[in-house]
T-cell receptor, first 113, second 122 residues
Framework: GAVVSQHPSRVICKSGTSVKIECRSL??????MFWYRQFPKQSLMLMAT?????????EQGVEKDKFLINHASLTLSTLTVTSAHPEDSSFYIC?????????FGAGTRLSVL | AQTVTQSQPEMSVQEAETVTLSCTYD???????LFWYKQPPSRQMILVIR??????QNATENRFSVNFQKAAKSFSLKISDSQLGDTAMYFC???????????????????FGKGTKLSVKP
């Protein structure tokens, strides 16, 4: 299957700082990428959908000014958590779609102190 | 709106035996895909198997097979010869296909079930 690389795998930051997470499709071009958040022992919660060259579409309840998404190329999408707070601590997963299959990155564990 | 239900929060199976995970979904769409993903302790989501709704034949991938009952809106996953590495969370997912033609149209977002935690015991 196709490979999606997500970096970093783990980040620890101080409250008030911003954190950027990168998601790359390594062997295919992804017009559409997705960002999910996963709480312990729960399913994936879609945060936003990004299409290359256009603004991301955020799900209801997701603060677009806190979670900035940039999909600048067909192989790269970034999620920036701005002014992070402890309640933003979570596991974030990106996904890229190749035709009708979504492939997932390995996730990023964010811990905000 | 579409919903996906996995009624078994946890299951266990002995190594080398067979286990079936249940999934039902609710939709008024006629054209869609169904998926099973696994999430092992590493938390990497891995595609296990997919089924196109227009295909009557059940999908098979090595030890993994599905029982797709479109009228009943059921999509169960059977794992044969269970291995320790099969221990994971398993998520059933639905994706509608917007458009009238097979192979054409656009895709909706994945709708996930809540997952089934499968433990394979030695």
């Amino acid at each position: 299957g196709a490979v999606v690389s997500q970096h970093p795998s783990r980040v620890i930051c101080k409250s008030g700082t911003s954190v950027k997470i990168e998601c790359r499709s390594l062997d295919f071009q992804a017009t559409t990428m997705f960002w999910y958040r996963q709480f312990p022992k729960q399913s994936l919660m879609l945060m936003a959908t990004s299409n290359e060259g256009s603004k991301a579409t955020y799900e209801q309840g997701v603060e677009k000014d806190k979670f900035l998404i940039n999909h600048a190329s067909l192989t790269l999408s970034t999620l920036t958590v701005t002014s992070a707070h402890p309640e933003d601590s979570s596991f974030y997963i990106c996904s890229a779609r190749d035709w009708r299959i979504q492939y997932f990155g390995a996730g990023t564990r964010l811990s905000v102190l | 709106a579409q919903t996906v239900t996995q009624s078994q929060p946890e299951m266990s199976v002995q190594e080398a035996e067979t286990v079936t995970l249940s999934c039902t979904y609710d939709t008024s769409e006629n054209n869609y895909y169904l998926f099973w993903y696994k999430q092992p302790p590493s938390r990497q989501m891995i595609l296990v198997i997919r089924q196109e709704a227009y295909k009557q034949q059940n999908a098979t991938e090595n030890r993994f097979s599905v029982n797709f009952q479109k009228a009943a809106k059921s999509f169960s996953l059977k794992i044969s010869d269970s291995q320790l590495g099969d221990t994971a969370m398993y998520f059933c997912a639905f994706m509608k296909i917007e458009g009238l033609t097979v192979g054409g149209g656009s895709q909706g977002n994945l709708i996930f079930g809540k997952g089934t935690k499968l433990s394979v015991k030695p």
